[in-house]
C-alpha cells in the first residue's frame, strides 16, 4: 500500500466515489431542519485555555501542545489547577470544577481543550453552570471521557463540539513526527478556522451502503451508554452516531450496544459509523464468539439506514477530528466511506 497515498485519501477524499450504482439513498431526514449552534471559528490571537478535568497530566508533558498551538498563532492559557494531582485525577474534583468553570465563563477563552482523558468528568458534570457558556459558546475539544462533555452540550443546549486528539497526543517533536500524526493533529486546527472537513475509509464486507446527511453526534461508547437516562444523555434520533471504544472485552461491547438498542438510540438513526475499537482480549476457554462486526450487525439488522465500519476516530493514532452538532454528508459503498461536513 502507498502510505502516503492512504493518509492523503483520509484528510481529504478528493476523488469522490461513483455514485452510479453505489448508494442506495436513506429517506429524507425528518430533522433536516435541526441545527446547532456553531461556536465562532478561532482567528489568529484567539486564546485556547487547557485543563485536566479528567486524568492527570504533568506541566511538562503539556509543552509540546502548548507550543505547537503557539506556533499555530494562538494564545495558550493553562488552568490554574493544571498539573496538580489525586491519585489518577488531574486535581480533586473541586479543583477540575473550578478549572472548568473558570475557562466556561471567561469570555476571552474562545477554545477549551482537554489535556487528557481517563476517568473523572461523570463525577462534575452536573456541578458545572453553562449559564455563561450558553451565552458565549466557545469550543470543548476532546475525546475519551470529554464524551461526556459533548454528550451533556449536545443533549441539553444544542451548542457544537470537537471530538480530536488532545494535549497527550501531541508529538514530543513536530520535526519527528509522522504522516498521519501531523495529518491528526492538524485536523483539530482545521476544524477551529472552519475548515471543511472530508474523511474516507477503506471498504469494508459488513458495510452497509448508503447515503445519508444529518448531524453527526458520538463518541466513547462506554460513556454514551453510561449517560443513558441521565440529564446528560446523548440524543441520537435522525443524527449520524459515531461511536469507539478502548479496553474493553468483546461480551461487555456487546451488552451496550444492547443498551441502545433497548433505549432506542439505534432505531431512529440517519446513519451509523463504527470507529476503532481496541479490545482486550478474551480469556482463553472462554471466548465470546463474535466479533464487533457481528455484534453490530445484529444490533442494525432491523433498520436500514448506512453503517460504516473501521473510520478513522477511536484510541487508535488514525484519530481525526470530528465536529459533534455539524451537518454532515455520509455515502457508503462498495468502494469505501467518505463523511464530509457542510
Known sequence: MNRKRFISSLVTAGAALSTSGAWSVTPTNPYTK??????????????????????YMSLADLM?????????????????NTGKKDFIYGGTDE????????????PEIKAIMCARGGYGLVRIIDRLNFKQFKKNPKWIIGFSDITALHCHINR?????????KM???????????????????????????????????????????????ALLVGGNLSLIAT????????????????????????????????????????SHLAGLIIGGFQL??????????HSIYDIVTEKVKDYDYPVCFD????????????????????????????????
Request: charged share 20%; glycine share 8%.
Open 95 to 106: 479543583e477540575r470544577v473550578a478549572d472548568l468553570q473558570q475557562m466556561l465563563d471567561n
Open 311 to 342: 473510520f478513522p476516530v477511536g484510541h487508535q493514532r488514525n484519530n481525526f477530528a470530528l465536529t459533534c452538532g455539524l451537518w454532515h454528508i455520509l455515502e457508503v459503498g462498495t468502494e469505501g466511506s467518505v463523511l464530509k461536513s457542510v
Open 167 to 213: 494535549c497527550n497526543s501531541f508529538p514530543d517533536d513536530w520535526a519527528k513526527a509522522d504522516a498521519m500524526q501531523i495529518a491528526t493533529i492538524q485536523s483539530i486546527r482545521q476544524a477551529l478556522t472552519g475548515e471543511s472537513l472530508n474523511y474516507s475509509s477503506p471498504a469494508c464486507p459488513q458495510n452497509r451502503s448508503g447515503k445519508t446527511e
Open 227 to 266: 449517560l443513558s437516562g441521565t440529564p446528560s444523555d446523548l440524543d441520537t434520533n435522525g443524527k449520524i452516531l459515531f461511536v469507539e471504544d478502548t479496553h474493553e472485552r468483546l461480551y461487555n461491547i456487546d451488552r451496550m450496544f444492547w443498551n441502545l438498542k433497548q433505549c432506542g438510540k439505534l
Open 280 to 289: 482486550t482480549p478474551d480469556i482463553e476457554g472462554e471466548e465470546f464468539g
Open 156 to 164: 441539553n443546549f444544542g451548542i457544537a463540539t470537537l471530538h480530536s
Open 34 to 55: 435541526a441545527r446547532h449552534k456553531i461556536p465562532p471559528y478561532l482567528q489568529p490571537g484567539d486564546t485556547i485555555g487547557i485543563i485536566s478535568p479528567s486524568g
Open 64 to 80: 509540546p501542545a502548548v507550543q505547537l498551538i503557539q506556533n499555530w498563532g494562538f494564545k495558550v492559557q493553562i488552568g490554574d
